[in-house]
């Protein structure tokens, strides 16, 4: 059944009235029209990492990963990432400048255990909100991201070297612990 749109004028049948509201309760997730929210996950306290599961499926191709709230033991310092159980392949450069001095900064992941900058903490708050693609097929996966801190804003973008299916995620502060927040992890629609 497809949705009824109406002209000026026109008189509206409680059958008609009755089927767009059918359509809009029975709308599949996938229909198009941007993300569809796949999992949200509390973060404990005072942990040292935090893994999702069940976050990426056959469903869908990209996502997008957002912590939203939530506090961490040490400023400005960065959140890893990997996938899955894998340690080992994960290239990434990211690039940026300083707030106090405009100096340009930058630095690479090359073959390592994760993606050693997803993310960013702030005693008063988390910075992480990236898209990642492919994590399900079996391609290379690709991510992207932008992080603030109090320090510096930079850019963020990476691989995998393999084409294992992943459907998990863990998230790891390069120091100390994170506390509080929400992982929200978000589906791109495929049509």
Do not use: C, H
């Amino acid at each position: 059944m497809a949705l009824t749109t109406y002209v000026s004028g026109e008189i509206l049948t409680a059958q008609s009235l009755n089927d767009n509201l059918a359509y809009a309760v029975t709308v599949p997730a996938s229909t198009p029209g941007g993300l569809t929210l796949i999992s949200a996950t509390t973060i404990g306290t005072a942990v040292t990492g935090v893994t999702v599961t069940g976050a990426f499926s056959a469903t869908y191709d990209a996502y997008k990963i957002i912590i939203s709230g939530g506090t961490a033991s040490a400023s400005n310092d960065n959140i890893k990432m990997k996938l899955g159980s894998t340690t080992s392949g994960y290239y990434a450069g990211w690039s940026g400048a300083t707030f106090s001095s405009g100096a340009n900064i930058s630095s690479a992941d090359n073959a390592a255990s994760s993606w050693t900058t997803a993310g960013f903490t702030q005693t008063d708050g988390i910075n992480f909100n990236l898209e990642i693609i492919n994590p399900f097929l079996a391609n290379k996966t690709f991510i992207n991201g932008v992080q603030v801190a109090t320090v510096n804003a930079r850019n963020f973008a990476g691989y995998l070297n393999d084409t294992t299916s992943y459907t998990a995620f863990t998230l790891t502060p390069n120091l100390g612990t994170l506390t509080g927040g929400n992982i929200r992890v978000y589906g791109y629609s495929n049509s």
